[in-house]
């Protein structure tokens, strides 16, 4: 009875020193990733996003929402360079995702990249019309533009689709919107 008691401690400390696997880690550093943009320290973010993809361990699906969630804290804290790589390689591996074709456009929208802007946009409302977000940033993008009228046609398009959206109302009753 006591060699039995002692196999059985011996194998439950045995699980407590056993170390973590690498995607194990790799889930743990998406996990935390996710948590720091999340609150937005976006250097935590970038660096435990970037320890998470490096280690090759990832799934596809959890590949894709490291991209996201690093190109994420990369335009927060002004890198769009590396956000729009980070958007560019997560569409490689998810093509019909119309969130991240929006993401991409508003980055380079930003970037003053209205074309290729123009185009990602395009993308993301041919997948998914229903997204407000999506309408925003094409009004964004016509705006930038110099095209009022099309900017304020979009924005009232996007408080149509989500008319309690604070940001959206602001941005027509403001006087912002042209």
């Known amino acids: 009875m006591q060699q039995k008691s002692a196999w ?4 439950i400390l045995a699980l407590f020193t ?3 696997t690498a995607q194990a880690d790799a889930i743990g550093d998406n996990n935390i990733c996710y ?6 320290n976006y250097g935590s973010a970038i660096n435990y996003c970037s320890r998470a993809i490096e280690s090759g361990e990832l799934s596809e699906g959890d590949l894709v929402a490291a991209l996201i969630n690093r190109g994420v804290a990369y335009k927060s804290s002004g890198d769009l360079e590396s956000a729009v790589a980070d958007y560019t390689h997560a569409l490689q ?6 969130l991240l074709y929006q993401n991409c456009a508003n980055a380079l929208r930003e970037m003053g990249d209205f074309d290729s802007a123009l185009i990602d946009i395009e993308k993301s ?7 407000a977000g999506a309408w925003y940033v094409r009004g964004a993008i016509a705006e930038a533009q110099g095209d009022g009228q099309a900017a304020r046609r979009f924005y009232m398009s996007a408080l149509g689709l989500d008319p309690e959206n604070k940001a959206y ?6 006087g912002e919107a042209p």
């Not at 948590?35 to 937005?40: C, E, K, L, R």
């Not at 591996?93 to 119309?98: F, G, H, Q």
């Not at 041919?126 to 997204?131: G, H, I, M, Q, R």
Request: charged letters at 20%; proline letters at 12%; hydrophobic letters at 45%.
């Open 8 to 11: 059985l401690l011996s194998g």
């Open 18 to 20: 056993l170390p973590p």
């Open 35 to 40: 948590a720091q943009f999340a609150t937005g």
């Open 93 to 98: 591996l998810a093509p019909d995702d119309a």
């Open 125 to 131: 409302l041919e997948l998914a019309p229903e997204v």
């Open 169 to 174: 109302k602001a941005k027509l009753q403001s």
